[in-house]
């Protein structure tokens, strides 16, 4: 259990570390005006390395005398953390689901009505867009370029893929700062695209 508990650490922080250095480059590309679709990339890279075992070799400090049950405890508060974060994910997106259940479909191929509170995207295999019932005119043409582009890039089933390796190194703010800024750039990207598509 040692063994596994500190090989996990080491994973996560080199994840953290990857995560920090994409953080730096973000933001000399930013400040490029590099396309945000590139950043995307970047962040993924960074949640892969969060969860792929490979790296240069370094070996975390291994105490001799400490009893196994602290181990088998480390163990078990990550995963009450991970458990913790899971059933609040599960229980959102069930809640929400509900929330919208009575959105009816539109010529335009999307699902309106009171019951929506802002334009999103829900759905992992088969995503749909949403829209308050009032969103109309060239607005509405709009926000569904953007969220059609999501659905388009797969965003609806990456985000939470990534979503899902925040919540395994939860302990570690690295871990969803890269979350966060993968969700900036992937919105930005979108909404360079919807540009792009509509020039």
Known sequence: MR?????FLLLSLWGGAAALAAWVVCRLLR???????????LWLAV?????????????LPR?????LAVWHLLAAVWAVGVALLAVRA?????????QVALACKTPDGCFSGPCVPAPFTLGLLRPRVYLPAGLAGPAREAVILHERTHIRRGDPLTKPLFYAVA??????????????EFERDMEAACDEAAVRDQS
């Open 47 to 59: 949640g892969l390395r969060f969860v792929l075992p490979f790296g240069i070799p370094l070996a």
């Open 90 to 98: 599960v229980w959102g997106y069930l809640r929400l689901s509900r």
């Open 167 to 180: 919540c395994l190194h939860w302990f570690n703010p690295l871990a969803w700062l890269a979350f966060r």
């Open 3 to 7: 063994s596994t508990v500190l090989s």
């Open 31 to 41: 400040r490029a005006h590099a396309p945000s679709r590139f950043l995307c990339w």
């Open 63 to 67: 105490p001799q005398n400490t009893q």
